[in-house]
C-alpha cells in the first residue's frame, strides 16, 4: 500500500531504468520537494542528462521535448500546475497533436505531459484549475485522468511507452490517496472506464477527484438500499463508453460527475453520446455535476459552494427518482455530519499550508 | 539628482514596515486564518521602497506572485491587503483572488498575477493606453529574475521599443526561481543585456540600496515620461524566507546558510538605517516611535481583517 504520488515516482524510476531514451523535465523535477514528492531522488540516481530542471519557459521547453521525441527520445514533462501549461499550448496542439497526422504517420511523438490539477488551498482563480477539455478537444493527443495509485503509475507507464502524445491530469489531493500498488513494471490501458462500484440503479460516471466524491455517495446509497453502477471514467481520449451504454441500458439514469467545469465539461460530451446511442433506455433526464460557471474563488466563504460532493450526488440521485428520496436522507445525515468535521478548503484537517 | 532630492526618511519608513509587515504575515501565518498561499518580500524592501516612492499618481504598477511590498509601497492599503489574504469580503478583490491577486484602483495598482511573465505585455499595454492618451504617466512592471525566461518578455520588450512606450521593466533578480538558481536556469550573462537585444535602454544598481534603486528609477521615469521611451533596470537581491511561505528554508538543500549569511550582512534596512543614523535623521527615539507606529497599524490591519465577514454572495461578475 502506497500513495499515488510514490506510485507516480516508481513507475518513472522503472521507466527510466528500462529504458534510456526516457528522460524526464520540467520546473522542480530536481528540486528538494520534488513536485509534491512525485519526482524525489530521481534526478541524484539518473543524473542531470536525465533529470533536469528547466528555465521557465513552458512553450519553448514542449517544442524541444517534441523535437526530441520526433528523433526518438521519449520526454516526460512535468508543470506544478495546468494553469502553466496553458502557455505551451501552442507547441502540444499545433505540433504535438499534429505530427503524427501531417506527415501522413511518418513522425511519432512519444511525449508524455503531467499536469497537476485542481484545488490547492486559497490559491484562486490562476492555479487550481482542471482544463481538461482543453485537452480533450484535440484529436492527436491521449487524455488521462488516473484517480486511483493502481491507474497513477500502471497508466504512466503505459503512456511513457505509448508513441503519441499523452497528457496525464492529476488532481493533487489525490497524490496523497493510499491504494494497492504491485511492485512489478505493469502497464494499465489508456482507453476505457472502472467499474468503481457495481449496482442496477443509477449509472455513475466520474473522472479524477470527483470519483472520491462519488464513491463516498454510491458507499452510502447502497447502505439506503439505492445501488450505483459507479465508473471512473479515467482515459478522457480515446473515448469509448461501451461499459457505459451497456450500464444506462440496465439502470436508465445517468449522472456525470466532472472535476471540471460543467459547461461544455466531460459531462457534456458522454450525455451527448449516452443520448444519441440509446435514448430509449434513460427512463429520466441525465443529469450533468461540475464546477459552476464561474473561475475558482480564493476564499473559503466561496469555495464551499464551488466543488461538487458526495452530498451533491446523493442529492441527484434523488432528482432522477423521487420516490428515493425519504429513503436517501440517512446518507445526506452521514455526509453532513462528517463533513463538518472537515475544513472546507483543505485535504485534511491538519493540513497547513502554503501551497 | 543631489542628495537633497531623495526623500531618505520616506525610503526607510517605507521598507520598515514593508519587513514589520511581512514578518508579521510570518508569524501568524501558522493560525490557519491566512488560507492562501503567500510569497514574501524580506530582504527585498529597498526595489519596492525605491521604485514606488518613485513614482507619481497615475503611474500603475503591474506586479506578480510576490507583490505584498509592492502594493504598500506603491500606497496601498493594509486593511484591504490582509482582508484579501484572510479571504474576506472586504479584501482588495473581495476574497476571490487571495495573496496572489492584489488589485487597488486608488493606489494605482493596476493588478498582480501569478502566472510567471504573464504581467509583463498587460504593462506594455497600459504604456500604449498612456501614450495614446497623452497623460505623461508611466506604465511600471516589476517581475523576478525568471519571468525573462519566458517567450512573452521578450514579445513585450520588443513591441515596447518599437513603440517607445513609457514603461519601465523592473528586473527583481533574487537568484532563485523557487529552488533554482540562476545559474541553473540561464547562461552566465547580465540580465540588463536582454533588454539591450531589444534596443532598451538598460541598467542596474544595487538591489539593496534603496538610494540607488530610487535615483535610477526616477531618472527611467522622467525619461519615459518625457517620450524617450522604456528602460529595463536589474536589481540584485535575495529573499530571505522561503520561496512560498512563512519559514526560512536554508536546511533544505538547495542554498546554503553561508549564502545567506552574505546577503544578510547585506540588510537595505540596516544600512539605510545607519546612514540616517550617520546624517542625524533617526536615533533610537524617533526608530522606536516608527517601530510603534508601524506596529500599531499592523496590529489594527490584522484585527480589521479577522473581524471583517466572508463573502457569502454566489452573484459573481463574469461579464461586465
Ligand atoms: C508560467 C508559470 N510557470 C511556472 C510558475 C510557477 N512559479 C511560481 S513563482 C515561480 C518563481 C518565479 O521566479 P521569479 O520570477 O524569479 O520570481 P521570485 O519568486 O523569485 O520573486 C514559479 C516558477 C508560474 N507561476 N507560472
Ligand atoms: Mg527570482
Same mark, same amino acid.
Given at each position: #500500500? ?21 528522460? #524526464? ?15 524525489? !531522488? ?14 521557465? &519557459? ?19 514533462? *512535468? ?5 502553466? +501549461? ?10 504535438? +497533436? ?6 501522413? !504517420? ?23 484549475? *482542471? ?27 503505459? +503512456? ?12 493533487r489531493w489525490l497524490h496523497a490517496v493510499i491504494g494497492h500498488v504491485p511492485q512489478e513494471m505493469y502497464r494499465a490501458p489508456l482507453s476505457g472506464q472502472n467499474r468503481m462500484r457495481v449496482g442496477d440503479d443509477v449509472t455513475i ?8 466524491? &462519488? ?33 444506462? =441500458? ?10 471540471g467545469w460543467k459547461m461544455f465539461g466531460l459531462g457534456a460530451e458522454i450525455v451527448a453520446q449516452v443520448t444519441e446511442q440509446g435514448f430509449q433506455h434513460l427512463r429520466a433526464p441525465p443529469i450533468r455535476l461540475g464546477l459552476p ?5 480564493? @476564499?473559503?466563504?466561496?469555495?464551499? &459552494? ?50 | ?5 531623495? /526623500? ?8 520598515? =514596515? ?36 518613485? #513614482? ?34 472586504? !479584501? ?6 487571495? @495573496? ?13 498575477? /501569478? ?13 500604449? +493606453? ?54 541553473? =536556469? ?28 530610487? =535615483? ?28 512560498? !511561505? ?32 550617520a546624517l542625524g535623521l533617526l536615533d533610537e527615539g524617533s526608530e522606536a516611535g516608527l517601530n510603534a507606529q508601524i506596529d500599531q497599524e499592523i496590529a489594527e490591519a490584522f484585527d480589521f481583517a479577522l473581524e471583517s465577514p466572508l ?10
Amino acid at each position: #500500500m502506497i500513495s499515488a504520488a510514490e506510485a507516480i515516482r516508481e513507475a518513472t524510476e522503472q521507466c527510466l531504468s528500462a529504458d534510456d531514451r526516457v528522460y #524526464m523535465m520540467g520546473q522542480g523535477v530536481a528540486d528538494p520537494k520534488g513536485v509534491f514528492g512525485t519526482t524525489l !531522488g530521481l534526478a541524484q540516481r539518473f543524473g542531470s542528462e536525465r533529470v533536469f530542471e528547466t528555465p521557465v &519557459a513552458e512553450n519553448g521547453m514542449t517544442g524541444v521535448a517534441i523535437g526530441s521525441a520526433l528523433m526518438g527520445r521519449r520526454p516526460i514533462m *512535468v508543470h506544478q500546475r495546468v494553469d502553466f +501549461a496553458m502557455l505551451a499550448l501552442e507547441q502540444l496542439l499545433n505540433n504535438g +497533436a499534429k505530427m503524427h497526422f501531417v506527415t501522413n !504517420g511518418e513522425h511519432k511523438v512519444p511525449l508524455v505531459v503531467r499536469l497537476i490539477i485542481g484545488r490547492g488551498w486559497g490559491q484562486g482563480p490562476e492555479h487550481s484549475q *482542471v482544463l481538461e477539455t482543453v485537452f480533450a478537444s484535440a484529436p492527436g493527443l491521449k487524455v488521462i485522468m488516473p484517480s486511483t495509485p493502481y491507474d497513477a503509475k500502471g497508466m504512466l507507464i503505459a +503512456a511513457v511507452e505509448d508513441d503519441n502524445p499523452v497528457i496525464i491530469l492529476e488532481h493533487r489531493w489525490l497524490h496523497a490517496v493510499i491504494g494497492h500498488v504491485p511492485q512489478e513494471m505493469y502497464r494499465a490501458p489508456l482507453s476505457g472506464q472502472n467499474r468503481m462500484r457495481v449496482g442496477d440503479d443509477v449509472t455513475i460516471v466520474a473522472s479524477s477527484f470527483a470519483v472520491l466524491e &462519488a464513491m463516498e455517495a454510491a458507499d452510502l446509497m447502497a447502505e439506503c438500499g439505492v445501488q450505483a453502477d459507479l465508473f471512473d471514467l479515467r482515459a478522457v481520449r480515446p473515448l469509448d463508453l461501451t461499459a457505459i451504454f451497456e450500464s444506462v =441500458r440496465r439502470t436508465g439514469r445517468l449522472i456525470v460527475v466532472d472535476t471540471g467545469w460543467k459547461m461544455f465539461g466531460l459531462g457534456a460530451e458522454i450525455v451527448a453520446q449516452v443520448t444519441e446511442q440509446g435514448f430509449q433506455h434513460l427512463r429520466a433526464p441525465p443529469i450533468r455535476l461540475g464546477l459552476p460557471d464561474y473561475p475558482t474563488p480564493s @476564499s473559503r466563504g466561496l469555495v464551499g &459552494a464551488f466543488y461538487p460532493s458526495s452530498q451533491g450526488v446523493v442529492e441527484a440521485v434523488g432528482r432522477l427518482s423521487p420516490e428515493w428520496i425519504p429513503r436517501l436522507r440517512p446518507a445526506i445525515d452521514t455526509i453532513q455530519t462528517r463533513r463538518a468535521k472537515l475544513p472546507v478548503d483543505a485535504p485534511n484537517p491538519a493540513f497547513r499550508g502554503p501551497f | 539628482m543631489s542628495q537633497d532630492d531623495v /526623500p531618505q526618511e520616506g525610503l526607510f519608513f517605507d521598507m520598515l =514596515r514593508n519587513r514589520r509587515v511581512e514578518l508579521e504575515i510570518s508569524r501568524r501565518y501558522e493560525d490557519g486564518e491566512m488560507r492562501c498561499p503567500v510569497h514574501l518580500s524580506v530582504g527585498q524592501e529597498a526595489i519596492s521602497a525605491g521604485v514606488c516612492r518613485a #513614482m507619481k499618481v497615475g503611474d500603475q504598477l503591474v506586479s506578480t506572485h510576490r507583490a505584498h511590498a509592492h502594493y504598500l509601497s506603491k500606497g496601498g492599503d493594509l486593511k484591504r491587503m490582509l482582508a484579501e489574504f484572510h479571504g474576506k469580503a472586504t !479584501g482588495c478583490c473581495g476574497g476571490r483572488g487571495g @495573496s496572489m491577486h492584489i488589485f487597488d484602483r486608488d493606489a494605482g495598482m493596476l493588478l498582480s498575477l /501569478p502566472i510567471v511573465a504573464s504581467s509583463i505585455p498587460v504593462a506594455v499595454g497600459a504604456a500604449l +493606453a498612456m501614450k495614446q492618451a497623452q497623460t505623461h504617466s508611466v506604465a511600471v512592471v516589476i517581475f523576478g529574475d525568471a519571468a525573462v525566461e519566458e517567450g512573452v518578455f521578450h514579445e513585450a520588450t520588443n513591441f515596447a521599443a518599437l513603440k517607445q512606450l513609457p514603461v519601465v521593466f523592473v528586473c527583481e533578480n533574487n537568484l532563485f526561481s523557487v529552488y533554482t538558481h540562476l545559474n541553473d =536556469r540561464q547562461p552566465d550573462l547580465p540580465l540588463q543585456r536582454l533588454g539591450a537585444a531589444h534596443g532598451i535602454r538598460s541598467l542596474t544598481a544595487d538591489g539593496n540600496d534603496v538610494e540607488a534603486v530610487y =535615483r535610477l528609477t526616477t531618472e527611467a521615469f522622467e525619461r519615459a515620461r518625457a517620450g524617450g521611451g522604456p528602460s529595463l533596470l536589474v536589481f540584485d537581491t535575495y529573499r530571505w524566507l522561503e520561496h512560498c !511561505g512563512p519559514g526560512y528554508d536554508n536546511d533544505i538543500g538547495y542554498r546554503t546558510e553561508e549564502e545567506f549569511q552574505v546577503w544578510k550582512a547585506r540588510d537595505p534596512i540596516e544600512r539605510t538605517r545607519q546612514k540616517l543614523f550617520a546624517l542625524g535623521l533617526l536615533d533610537e527615539g524617533s526608530e522606536a516611535g516608527l517601530n510603534a507606529q508601524i506596529d500599531q497599524e499592523i496590529a489594527e490591519a490584522f484585527d480589521f481583517a479577522l473581524e471583517s465577514p466572508l463573502p457569502t454572495s454566489s452573484e459573481f461578475q463574469i461579464y461586465a
